[in-house]
């Protein structure tokens, strides 16, 4: 479950790798496929059950990292542009076509073959 990550979390005081946007859909996730379960498909507690600690733990850890102030979004794939908004990073922009940006040289990549 998540009680090793907990335990790193507190014992390096942040989240070091830990992605916290996959945590916070993960959560949402557990907690509304339990609703479901529990309420609409009127299943069997042994059904939903092992849903909820696992959900717990993770609103545990959440209630961490925000304990140690580290409950930033990431923002690998985004970057600030001068007026504010959300921009893409160069080369996730070029890879979507963004006409913004210039063509990208696939080569610079690493394992691009002719």
Do not use: N
């Not at 507190?10 to 529990?38: Q, W």
């Amino acid at each position: 479950m998540w009680f090793p990550q907990i335990q790193t979390t507190i014992k390096i005081r942040g989240r070091g790798a830990l992605s916290v946007s996959m945590l916070i859909s993960t959560v949402i996730s557990d907690v509304l496929f339990t609703a479901y379960l529990c309420a609409m498909a009127h299943q069997h507690w042994s059904v939903w059950m092992p849903q909820v600690p696992d959900a717990l733990q993770q609103m545990l850890l959440l209630v961490v990292l925000w304990h140690f102030g580290d409950l930033q979004l990431d923002s690998l794939f985004s970057s600030k542009s001068p007026e504010g908004g959300k921009t893409l990073v160069p080369i996730v922009g070029a890879l979507m076509g963004d006409p913004e940006q210039p063509p990208m040289d696939y080569r610079a990549l690493g394992d691009y073959k002719d």
